[in-house]
């Protein structure tokens, strides 16, 4: 647990006190997030009568400063609503700059140039989460008070002490911030970075004070634009005055589903995240998962199986619908489903190799928060900058960091992206089109009401421990905090393994599932969910304890 008491006469900054807290339970309203900070700034804006959108408003922004390895103003998300102005999506995921091209990051052979569209500027998309934020203001607050909503964020941009974790993983980019930035940065100092030490952003505060008076426009206009700008001319990257003025959200209509009696909603394209839920509900329904164990050989089988094509569909079929016709009522259709599921035995595992994306006739990061308001109302929000700070590059004058979102695109088919995913045509690099993301912000609703509220980062993991998380409420009747703890397996159809996280193996048969031929591989931590649900007793709010993340309620 982690407990922070800095004082005033040590430091000259007002106290800040925190505490990471991993379970609640509340009356009427609760918030999840990365950061304890956050989670308090949330449940303040609700106490002061806010909804669950002025809340994710607040949020946003304080994760922009509190937890900048993924929270942002330089990168983007999708939000998933559902509440008294009924259920909508919407996506403020990066776009190509208009300059960007098919070929940007291929050398003159046509080979994939390493890590360019990783780090640096020209890794960078244009950013969504501003334009994102003023959207679902004007649509959906109830406060109208925008102004008020990021005084929360303007005040820890002064200074917060840090976690041991947020040290941990400063040291270990401050190379990276130096290579990249050629100066200091917020982010970097001559000695290591301990538990407690005040990261202050006074750049990063200017920029929250003209968006905080100027809504959008303190972003994509005058002196920040400018700024934004300047630093791409340093560096080669591509977005432009033009690029950031022509930067919209947009409203979607969710992927709707059903899972044994529950409604869902969840992201479309250009996430990927809403289609592969879907289609791997529908792939375990017709079975009783409930007979079996959680992470008993059976159910992981089955999971894996399911996981196996979904990830080659994927591969084949997902990219961006305003750009490319992505086959969406095909791809989730229950009797191609079914018909996907066809042929899996129960003591065998099938070969990726074996396995193809369906045809058709006609055709750690991330960050993820939950919240619910006292009136019922839902907000689940993933949002990113891509990789840990994203491309490293941190806009001079202005404070923040840039997202590395490009390398969500196929730089070139068949050649893997950070997260060894594969990509086609379908996510092809286009001027102003939108990276195929996994992030699977979701809402499970029950008599038409939100129930579960869940979401987390991991890249190509995120789909895959969504579906994990709900299984285990659903199937296996667990709380939200045994649904967050239980350890997480993932399969992503290539690389034909199963990789799963530490405590997995205490408790999973993997010898049984090695001897049935499935190949499996231990790894570092997989996502960081965070969930809240809302049953007749009010609502249960858990946090990842993989991290720092932490739950308020009232
Ligand atoms: O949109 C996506 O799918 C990725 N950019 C998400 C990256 C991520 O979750 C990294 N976190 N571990």
């Not at 199986?305 to 990830?311: C, F, G, I, L, P």
């Not at 840990?388 to 960091?401: D, L, N, P, R, W």
Request: charged share 20%; net charge negative; proline share 5%.
């Amino acid at each position: 647990m982690l407990l922070f008491v800095i004082s005033s006469c040590q430091t000259e900054q007002p106290t800040i006190k925190y505490k990471s807290v991993k379970e609640i339970a509340a009356k009427e309203a609760a918030v999840v997030t990365a950061h304890p900070l956050a989670s308090e700034a949330g449940l303040k804006i609700l106490q002061q009568g806010g909804n669950a959108v002025d809340a994710a408003i607040t949020v946003q922004f304080a994760l922009a400063v509190v937890y900048p390895v993924a929270g942002n103003i330089g990168g983007g998300g999708f939000m998933v609503y559902s509440g008294e102005e009924g259920d909508m999506t919407l996506d403020y995921r990066e776009t190509a700059p208009s300059q960007a091209t098919e070929k940007m990051y291929l050398d003159d052979k046509g080979e994939v140039i390493s890590r360019l569209s990783l780090d640096g500027h020209l890794a960078a998309g244009v950013p969504g989460t501003v334009q994102g934020m003023w959207q679902a203001y004007e649509k959906l607050s109830k406060l109208k008070d925008w102004e008020a909503l990021l005084q929360p964020a303007v005040d820890l941009a002064s200074g917060f002490p840090i976690s041991s974790q947020q040290a941990g993983l400063l040291n270990h980019f401050k190379i990276m911030f130096d290579t990249i930035n050629g100066r200091p940065t917020p982010f970097t100092k001559e000695t290591p970075w301990k538990e407690g030490d005040l990261l202050v952003q006074s750049d990063l505060k200017q920029t929250l004070i003209r968006i905080q008076k100027l809504g959008a426009k303190g972003f994509y206009e005058g002196k920040t634009a400018d700024l934004i700008v300047q630093e791409m001319q340093k560096g080669g990257g591509l977005i432009s005055k033009q690029d950031l003025a022509d930067y919209k959200a947009i409203w979607r209509d969710p992927i709707s589903m059903r899972y044994k009696g529950h409604e869902l909603i969840s992201m479309a394209p250009p996430s990927s995240g809403g289609i592969a839920l879907s289609q791997l509900l529908n792939s375990v329904e017709p079975y009783d998962l409930s007979k079996y164990k959680p992470l008993s050989t059976e159910a992981v089988h089955l999971m894996t199986e399911a996981e196996r094509w979904v990830y080659a569909d994927r591969a084949e079929h997902l990219g961006d619908s305003d750009f490319y016709p992505v086959p969406t009522s095909n791809l989730t259709d229950s009797s191609y489903v079914a018909s996907r599921m066809n042929g899996i035995q129960m003591d065998k595992a099938r070969i990726s190799e074996d396995v193809k994306a369906g045809s058709f006739e006609e055709s750690e990061q991330t960050t993820h928060y939950s919240i619910v308001d006292a009136d019922g109302n839902a907000v689940s929000i993933t949002t990113t900058l891509n990789a840990e700070y994203g491309s490293k590059t941190v806009v001079q004058g202005a404070g923040f960091i840039l997202n590395n979102e490009m390398d969500d695109f196929s730089s070139r088919p068949g050649v893997p992206n950070l997260y060894g995913l594969l990509g086609s045509d379908a996510n092809k690099i286009e001027a102003g089109k939108r990276m195929l993301s996994s992030m699977t912000p979701t809402i499970v609703k029950k008599a038409g009401k939100p129930y579960i509220v869940v979401g987390t980062p991991g890249g190509s993991t995120i789909i895959t421990s969504v579906f994990q998380t709900i299984v285990n409420i659903i199937d296996f009747d667990m709380s939200a905090l045994d649904a967050v703890s239980t350890p997480r397996f993932h399969h992503q159809w290539q690389p034909d393994r199963i990789s799963y996280e530490q405590g997995f193996a205490a408790r999973a048969d993997t010898s049984a599932l090695s001897k049935m031929g499935h190949t499996l591989r231990k790894r570092s931590p997989i996502g960081r969910v965070e969930v809240i649900i809302v049953d007749k007793d009010g609502l249960q709010a858990a946090a990842d304890p993989r991290g720092d993340d932490s739950a308020s309620g009232y």
